[in-house]
């Protein structure tokens, strides 16, 4: 344990003792409440996470989207459901605000992403962008790597809306979401006061390498692929610090354990689910600087049998334009949408009663 570290802390406070920051991934009000009091200092967001809070919370916010519905007679269901995204939104970026504006705001942000079905037009992402970040000062939008959702990522950037990239998971993407940001940058009035984050999500990898193993064909071992979004984290972060980039990368959608604490680091944040940020508190690890430690050479070898592993992995791995036919990328940007989609069909239901 380091000379900052105490027994009574928690797993959560130890790895901030160690200057690593960490955001709650939800924007659920309770969850948030709970976590920016054990130290979160920002929170994650897009319509299926609005929708599983509405659910979980329903005592709160099925009044509320009652009303949205009562005294809007003429909006759509779509209408209706950005409406109710905007004020979940907003509510919880006030439990944020102090952490904000206590750290005169490189902290205490929280996301809110642009309509999921607009993945493919840059022009619509950007315009939607700059509408939800207007809603409260330390809103930050996220918008996909895509290669339009890149040209949305440089216009907002230059627009000096604060940006998360995400639909993220590769080295590549990575790469081409700092080289957005730059140039939105370099237009930008004031970009000092702009903080971007870059997302990959290294769950969704782990899930990549899984479906292509469970396709056959591909002998390897399978607690290898474990071990793959971590993988291409560790790799990106070393180029990231190595350029200097101004991006701060940030994990997201967890699955194990080890993602958490072998990417331990000031220099990235992690996005955590509230359950998963409960168990890495009460897991018998103590937490250490791991981000910099290099990955077993055994491991590696197993997951460069994956051609997916080698696309995420490779700072070449992939074009810009291959970036949204990427297994991970439609599997994602699928579930989005469906989800999506079910929060318009429940919305549709309370209209039809």
């Known amino acids: ?34 976590a920016v009091s054990m130290g979160a200092v920002g929170a994650t967001s897009n319509p299926v996470i609005v929708a599983a809070a509405v659910k979980s919370d329903s005592k709160r916010w099925i009044p ?25 939104g907003t509510d919880a970026s006030k439990i944020l605000l102090p952490v904000y504006e206590e750290t005169k705001g490189v902290k205490g942000h929280l996301c809110l992403q642009v309509n ?5 037009n840059a022009e619509r992402m950007l315009e939607h962008g700059k509408e939800l970040a207007s809603l409260a ?17 440089e ?16 080295v590549a993407q990575a790469i081409a979401a700092e080289e957005a940001i730059d140039r939105g940058l370099q237009r930008a009035a004031d970009p000092d006061s702009i903080h971007p984050y870059i997302t990959i999500m290294v769950g969704r990898v782990d899930d990549q390498l899984k479906r292509s193993y469970a396709a056959g064909g591909i ?10 979004g971590v993988a291409v984290f560790k790799h990106a972060a070393e180029i990231f610090r190595d350029r200097g980039y101004k991006g701060t990368l940030l994990a ?37 600087l791991s981000l910099e430690e290099p990955m077993d050479e055994a491991i590696m070898g197993e997951l460069m049998k994956f051609d997916d592993f080698k696309q995420a992995y490779n700072e070449d791995g992939m074009t810009h334009d291959e970036f949204v036919r990427y297994g991970a990328s439609i599997n994602t940007i699928n579930q989005f949408i469906e989800g999506y989609e079910g929060l318009l069909k429940d919305i549709r239901g309370l209209m039809l009663v």
């Open 116 to 120: 999921p079905k607009y993945y493919r």
């Open 1 to 34: 344990m380091s000379e900052t570290q105490t027994v009574s802390q928690n797993n959560m406070q130890r790895m901030q003792a160690l200057g690593a920051d960490w955001w709650n991934d939800s924007c659920d009000i309770n969850e948030l409440s709970d």
């Open 64 to 88: 509320v989207l009652k009303d949205l519905i009562n005294d809007n007679p003429t909006d759509s269901e779509e209408d209706i459901a950005w409406k109710l995204i905007e004020r979940v």
């Open 155 to 170: 216009g907002m950037t230059a627009a000096g809306v604060r940006v998360n990239v995400t639909v993220s998971f590769s």
């Open 137 to 153: 000062p330390n809103i930050a939008i996220k918008a996909p790597a895509t290669k339009a959702g890149l040209d949305a990522i």
């Open 252 to 288: 997201a959608a967890y699955r194990n354990q080890i993602q958490w604490s072998e990417i331990i680091s000031p220099d990235v944040l992690q996005s955590i689910p509230y359950g998963w940020w409960k168990q890495y508190n009460d897991a018998d690890i103590n937490p250490r």
């Open 219 to 228: 002998d390897a071992d399978k607690d290898a692929l474990e071990w793959a």
